[in-house]
């Protein structure tokens, strides 16, 4: 009796632990899109205190430096972490090497939410 039972245990216990792990994966997946939203919107700031008067509010050129939100920087530098890289060493133009790596993340972030049709 046990015995044909053990089947149908194992295969419940196997069940419970694959949709514990998938429930926990969900959440995981959740909090990791709430995190980023919230940096991005910290680049949102940071990037109106600091960067808008040589890129313009939205990013579109306005003030004269190349615009962000026509795919182009993408194409440049295509993840986070190139795109943080290149503004930590060389952003803001007229003083470089004050950001923090997480601010630069913060505004890679930011720069990605601008080009929404070109984000994976
Ligand atoms: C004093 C004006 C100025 C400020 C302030 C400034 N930038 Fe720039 N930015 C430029 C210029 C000029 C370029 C083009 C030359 C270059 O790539 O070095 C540029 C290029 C860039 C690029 C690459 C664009 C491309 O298509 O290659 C990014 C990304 C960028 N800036 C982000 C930022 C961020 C983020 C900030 C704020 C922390 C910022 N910039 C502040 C003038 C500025």
Redesign the pocket.
């Known amino acids: 009796m046990v015995s044909r039972l053990t089947p149908f245990l194992v295969m419940g216990a196997a069940l419970v632990t694959v949709s514990g792990l998938w429930a926990w994966h969900r959440d995981a997946q959740a909090s990791r899109a709430s995190l980023i939203r919230i940096e991005a919107s910290q680049g949102r700031q940071?990037?109106h205190a600091?960067?808008e008067?040589?890129?313009g509010p939205d990013g579109d050129g306005a003030g004269g430096?190349?615009n962000?939100m026509n795919g182009?920087?993408l194409q440049?530098?295509p993840t986070v972490s190139q795109?943080a890289t290149?503004?930590q060493e060389?952003?803001?133009?007229?003083n470089p090497g004050i950001?923090t790596n997480s601010e630069a993340r913060d505004?890679a972030l930011w720069?990605q939410a601008l080009n929404p049709r070109l984000t994976p």
């Open positions: 940071l990037f600091m960067c008067t040589c890129h430096a190349p962000l182009e920087v440049q530098y795109l290149f503004i060389r952003m803001p133009a007229t950001l505004l720069i």
